[in-house]
């Protein structure tokens, strides 16, 4: 069972920092791409930053230069380093990957059950 857990949620002041991990686990031979999504209050679904498996980094518009993303393949894991945080970063944060289980022989896409980020003061 394929599983894609996050962490590091959490409310921060304008201005903060916050660093997300999504580990993923279970019988994994391969991860492609590993990405981060989230959902604004108004429940709209948008791209954060995308570690596609050849090294390709994307990042939605409102973030870039603020925002990072990593990977530690080693550890199955994704990472969203979060810098000079704005209330409109608010949102529920999901990691996304293509994995293929051990049992497979294709990706299949999956999702973490999210982790909620509030930037206030």
């Known amino acids: 069972q394929v599983q894609l857990a996050e962490s590091g949620g959490g409310l921060v002041q304008p201005g903060g920092s916050l660093r997300l991990s999504c580990a993923a686990s279970?019988?994994?031979?391969?991860?492609?791409?590993m990405a981060w999504y989230r959902q604004t209050p108004e429940k709209r679904r948008e791209l954060v930053a995308r570690?596609?498996?050849?090294?390709?980094?994307t990042y939605g518009d409102s973030v870039k230069g603020r925002f990072t993303i990593s990977r530690d393949n080693a550890k199955n894991t994704v990472f969203l380093q979060m810098n000079n945080l704005k209330p409109e970063d608010t949102g529920v944060y999901y990691c996304?990957?293509?994995?293929?289980?051990?049992?497979?022989?294709?990706?299949?896409?999956?999702w973490g059950q999210g982790t909620q980020v509030t930037v206030s003061s």
């Open positions: 279970g019988n994994i031979a391969g991860i492609n791409n």
């Open positions: 996304n990957a293509d994995i293929r289980a051990m049992t497979q022989n294709f990706f299949q896409n999956y």
């Open positions: 570690f596609s498996g050849s090294g390709l980094l």
